[in-house]
């Protein structure tokens, strides 16, 4: 019992961080270009050539990408238990007569023969 509650804690600890991280990394995305055009203004002042927003851009989505797909695992585990209501006496097998339609006792060509 000692490891559930662990686990809970760890996932929903889990949940938040990573969900403040992945809001935070969504953000980057908006701001890049505001970025990019400080960068860009400031590059040519000094002399030089500015970075290429669409490479500042790749780099900012495969962070989003890659933080995004570690934060489903725990969104997960988190989620099944908040949906959890069927316990699995109250679950009932669906009958498979009234699942599939009793088929017809015309062969297939019809009345045409």
């Not at 000692?2 to 995305?29: C, D, E, H, M, P």
């Not at 505001?34 to 590059?43: D, E, I, N, P």
């Not at 934060?71 to 006496?89: C, E, H, K, M, Q």
Request: glycine share 6%.
């Amino acid at each position: 019992m000692q490891a559930s509650k662990f686990l809970r804690f760890v996932t929903k600890a889990a949940v938040i961080l990573y969900g403040i991280w992945v809001a935070f990394n969504l953000f980057r995305v908006v701001v890049t270009p505001f970025t990019h055009a400080l960068l860009q203004r400031l590059a040519l002042k000094g002399g030089r050539t500015p970075p290429p927003l669409s490479r500042m851009m790749l780099d900012v989505i495969q962070m989003v990408l890659t933080q995004a797909c570690l934060f489903i695992a725990p969104y997960v585990v988190y989620n099944s238990w908040l949906r959890r209501t069927d316990t699995p006496g109250e679950m009932r097998p669906v009958p498979t007569e009234s699942a599939f339609p009793a088929q017809a006792e015309t062969p297939l060509g019809g009345d045409d023969l």
